[in-house]
């Protein structure tokens, strides 16, 4: 709670300063802020807290997953200062905004209570259709706030359709009492069955899962660099964290088992399919999360439902896979400002030729998070898809495991043709001009994803 507590409090005080125009040191408050949250939440990993009457639970898995949400927001603040430097207006609210965004994903990953389900995603979700707008003389990041505002809206309102019919079968929001209905009285209901349906495509369309996934290309493309890196990093955190929270009550009754397969084989076949067609790094990048979408869906396709499930090994892998997801994310778009400023703000894949030449390290670093999100051995990116595929094996998923690895397969080939782009020499002499704090998050983030796949144990 007093994280909670604190991350508000840090975004009212980011606004606050925000009107004296010194943007310097909103970046360094905002770090200190969040690393104090690190702190209280860590002070409280041994001990189970329940607050607002029950409604938010403070566990191991949550407090798992806080912890790393607010560790990649810390990467995303240090990165803020040289990618606002050219702006003069709306950098406080911007900053503002990410933390309120990050209260709703605590929540998201804390709920025990279908009324709180829905205020996290609100809380997640309205301060990202303004911040996905914030470049205001841009048609793109215009169309991209009002296109994430009208899907997520209709998004909204099929999840308060499936908690409404789930209160109307149980006459209770407590995700405990359906979990015991659903014990008690079997999953033949209709109503439980439409209920959950409803449910799920709200928490899908956060995850980005096919046939919700529409606004993702377009959003990631138009809004900020800085906030796509938020919506790809924190935001798919938080909404996989609420996907278990929901899932490890209720199982997979009735049809939801055959909705959740129908999910993950269209997230993986049209997330890899269509990246493969991909020239724009932002789109590739939109469609490559798609993709890990379904490998995340298929860990939750294997959850069966123990109510106190936080210590469950489908728990440790969604945070170990969203975590490193995350690290290698965050690099690879910071990587990719840079690369546009040397290009004429130019987006396509090929804005990277030249980087090895002139600055090899990063060009390794690069190397070393693409291929983490390829899957390839002695990366994180291998040892979290090996995980998801050990779970599906575990709970009897073999075809739907066996289309997954063709995928992963299918996956290494568009990673690849950005791994050659590294390589390669440009027509022109390019200079990549990158400040010594970009270098450390973008060395921190290529490095961690490496010792991860040596050492998993360590999250």
Known sequence: MSALILISVLAVLVLYLGLFGNKSWLAPIGVLGLLGAIALFASGWHIDHHLMGGMVKFDRFSIGFNIAMVAITVLIF???????????????????LMLFSLVGGFLLSSYTNLLMLFLGIEVLSIPLYILAGAKKNS???????????????????????????????????????????????GSSDMLLNFGLFFTVTGLAFKMGA????????DVYQGAPTLVTIFMATVVMMAATAGFFRLI???????????IMVLLVLATLLVGNVIALRQTNFKRLMAYSSIAHSGFLLLALLTDEGLVEGHGTAVGRTLLYYTFTYSLATTGLFILFTIAKRANNGAEHNDIFRGLFAAKPWLALCALAMLLSLAGIPLTAGFIAKYQVFLLAIGAGWL????????????????????????????????????????????SVCAVAVLVLGVWPSLI
Request: net charge neutral; no cysteine.
């Open 139 to 185: 048609l793109r990041s215009n169309e991209a706030s009002f296109k994430y505002f009208l899907l997520g809206s209709f998004s909204t309102a099929f999840l308060l359709m499936g908690i409404a019919l789930l209160y109307g079968l149980t006459g209770s929001f407590e995700l405990t009492v359906l979990g015991e209905h659903i014990a008690n009285a």
């Open 78 to 96: 240090l990165f803020g200062p040289d990618y606002y430097a050219r702006a003069k207006d709306n950098v406080a609210e911007q900053y503002a």
């Open 248 to 258: 490890d009550v209720t199982g997979m009754p009735g049809m939801l088992a055959q």
């Open 399 to 442: 075809k739907v495991m066996g289309f997954g690895v063709l995928m992963a397969l299918l996956g290494i080939y568009y990673y690849f043709m950005v791994v050659r782009e590294l390589f390669v020499r440009p027509d022109q002499p390019v200079t990549f001009v990158v400040s010594p704090l970009n270098w450390l998050v973008v």
């Open 210 to 217: 096919v046939p919700f996934h529409f606004w993702k290309p």
